[in-house]
């Protein structure tokens, strides 16, 4: 999967084609040639990045590369680039325009000297941008197509009946080598590129997979990232599949995180957006953002998640008691429903359900698990 692999003396590109690509060394080494391929100017081996240049600035090729000897390539589509530069401080896009133009202008012409060490330190200083994190990005790639991206829920209990009301779905990456990685690490990481869509589209199909095997009274509360919600497909081909399925809308909560409200009028217009197409919108992390809680409660929001870090405290620090006791009063006025998140015991468990938070959720019910164990404990 977007491996390339060539021989010794192969060309991976010419002088002045399309840069279409830059490579990750894998496997090999490869020569960097300048003056119509007379002159080697670099040679580059395992690790290390080529052919970025041209994509950076899209023009074509100003240089060649060839195979010193067998190589293996990892491929790194223009996307992964420009996205990222695109989203990125204008200042930032400046700099590297101009240090691209410094870069071009050390490459040696024919016959010229060419000056090493400005040019192997500006190479360098390109280089520092996260080759690890490129090639992180290409396996989540492949992880989210052979299904290594994985969905788990995690329980949302009643406080007053103490039942299983619902789900938050959790994703998982189960990599090869690494382990479990944290959706703190791949989240980020995918939503830095448009893989962030791919990623939620996952989650949805298996939310709604659940939810046609739940009773209708349960919910789904699923996290949606600021790429989600500003895609112009986003809601309507979520309505449509719910539609498909015969599922009501109303039975998915999404989840928008606080620092994802900085912009108040932006975040008015996705409830908004979500509200027209019948679902639920919930608070995330209620608590722990810099925007002021009378602005956070001018927004319509169905429901208030209030965030771990002051659940986890609650008992020992009479300030958060008082802050969630404020949460409360104020949902209560508001007719916000309330989850506490991050309950792992029983005090903490009686605090919160003695205060009338409505929902809670936490390890104390249980931590998230699969869809084939969701349904082997429903059948018990
Ligand atoms: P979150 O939305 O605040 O999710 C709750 C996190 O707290 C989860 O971590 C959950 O496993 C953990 N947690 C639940 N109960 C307890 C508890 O009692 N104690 C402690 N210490 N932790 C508890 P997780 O699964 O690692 O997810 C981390 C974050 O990644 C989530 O935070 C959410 O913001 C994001 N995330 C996860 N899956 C997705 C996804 O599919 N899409 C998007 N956009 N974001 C996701
Ligand atoms: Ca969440
Ligand atoms: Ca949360
Ligand atoms: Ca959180």
């Known amino acids: ?110 016959g010229e000297q060419q000056n090493d060490d400005l040019l192997s330190h500006v190479a360098s200083v390109i280089e520092q941008s996260g080759l690890s994190k490129f090639r992180l990005e290409s396996e989540l790639r492949t992880a989210v197509n052979s299904e290594k991206v994985q969905t788990v ?111 108040i009028n932006q975040a008015a217009t996705w409830i908004d957006r979500c509200h027209q197409a019948d679902f639920l919108v919930c608070a995330d992390d209620f608590g722990t953002g810099y925007s002021g809680l009378r602005q956070l409660l001018d927004l319509p929001f169905d429901v208030l998640k209030i965030d771990q870090v002051f659940i986890q405290s609650v008992l020992s620090n009479s300030v958060n008691i008082t802050l969630v006791e404020t949460m409360v009063s104020l949902a209560k006025k508001l007719n916000i429903q309330l989850v506490a998140e991050g309950i792992e015991d029983k005090s903490q468990h009686q605090l919160l359900k003695d205060m009338s938070v409505d929902y809670g959720q936490g390890y104390y019910y249980g931590k998230a698990i699969s869809i084939p164990d969701i349904l082997a404990q429903k059948a018990q």
């Open 1 to 110: 999967f977007h491996l390339r692999y060539f021989q010794a003396g192969q060309f991976i590109f010419h002088e002045g084609e399309a840069s279409d690509r830059a490579y990750i060394i894998e496997k090999g080494s490869v020569d960097i040639l300048v003056a119509d391929n007379q002159e080697v100017i670099h040679s580059l081996s395992a690790g290390e990045l080529f052919g970025e240049m041209g994509v950076l600035d899209q023009s074509v090729r100003s240089t060649a590369a060839r195979a010193k000897t067998k190589v293996t390539l990892l491929e790194i589509k223009p996307g992964q680039i420009t996205d990222r530069l695109t989203d990125t401080d204008p200042i930032i896009q400046a700099l590297i325009g101009v240090l691209l133009k410094r870069l071009r202008a050390l490459l040696p012409k024919n």
């Open 153 to 263: 829920f995690q329980p949302i209990v009643d406080l007053n009946t103490h039942k299983v009301a619902g789900f938050e779905a959790l994703s998982r990456w189960f990599h090869p080598k690494l382990g479990v990685i944290s959706p703190f690490e791949f989240i980020t990481l995918a939503e830095e590129t448009d893989m962030i869509i791919e990623v939620g589209s996952l989650v949805f199909s298996r939310a709604i997979d659940l939810l046609s095997q739940l009773p209708e009274s349960v919910f789904i509360s699923i996290n949606v990232s600021a790429k989600q919600l500003n895609s112009a497909e986003f809601l309507p081909s979520l309505s449509q599949r719910l539609k498909n399925q015969g599922i009501n809308p109303a039975r998915l909560k999404l989840e928008i995180t606080e620092t994802m409200m900085v912009d």
